[in-house]
């Protein structure tokens, strides 16, 4: 026996109520998808800017501790300068402290 072919096929006719393509339908609906489009394109703006805006705060945040880290390594520089001073000045000669404030002295 053979199998009945499907209503659609045998008559050769398309279906009307089936969906139009892609293309066709953007032509149709021109202005919801021209409306879809800016819409997008301000969400990827917005979510880009916030990206950014939290970029920025971890870079303040970096520049904040940068800072303190530099105060620091000067005053640490500062005391290690004080310390070979005072030690050297301890020496009978004074050759080396002579030399040390020289030499400190070519770096400020």
């Keep these: 026996m053979a199998s009945p072919a499907p209503p ?12 139009l393509g892609f293309v066709a ?7 919801s998808f021209i409306q879809f ?13 916030l990206g950014q ?5 971890d870079l303040q945040e970096d520049t904040s501790a940068l800072k303190e ?6 005053e ?4 290690i300068k004080h310390t070979l001073l ?7 000669s004074g050759l080396f402290a002579a030399r040390l404030r020289r030499l400190f002295a070519d770096q400020e």
Aim: aromatic share 4%.
């Design 76 to 79: 640490r520089m500062k005391n």
């Design 53 to 57: 805006k939290y970029r920025i705060h």
């Design 86 to 92: 005072h030690e050297a000045s301890l020496e009978p």
């Design 25 to 31: 339908n953007a032509i149709k609906r021109k202005d």
């Design 8 to 19: 659609s096929s045998a008559t050769g006719v398309q279906n009307p109520k089936k969906s």
């Design 69 to 74: 880290e530099q105060q620091t390594l000067t």
């Design 37 to 49: 489009f800016a819409m997008t394109g301000i969400l990827l703006l917005s979510v880009r800017s």
